[in-house]
């Protein structure tokens, strides 16, 4: 299977949906087992997780518009705001 990249396709940005899902997975795989249950008993893990996704499209949004190209500035806001690592 051949891969190309098509530069006449514009980069569709992650969804809402999409990031939320991504933040939730993460938790659940990366946080202390202690600290997730207590996310999950409170019911505070879904609002953290549309937290870290809006956080995530405000910080992508101001990349793009400092002039980064649009799926270079979602990886790093992805990275930085819901994978919690710093980007390279």
């Known amino acids: 299977m051949t891969i190309t990249y098509a ?9 809402e949906d999409e990031l939320i899902s991504k933040a939730l997975e ?8 202690k600290k997730y249950r207590e996310l999950v008993k409170s019911k505070e893990l879904y609002p953290l997780a549309k937290l870290k996704a ?12 400092m002039g980064e190209f649009p799926n270079q500035a ?3 806001a992805i990275r930085q705001e819901i994978l919690e690592t710093e980007p390279d």
């Open 54 to 65: 809006g956080a995530c499209k405000d910080y992508a949004e101001n990349l793009i518009k």
């Open 26 to 33: 993460f938790m659940k795989e990366c946080y202390p087992k």
């Open 7 to 15: 530069p006449d396709k514009p980069y569709r940005p992650p969804l």
């Open 74 to 76: 979602w990886n790093w």
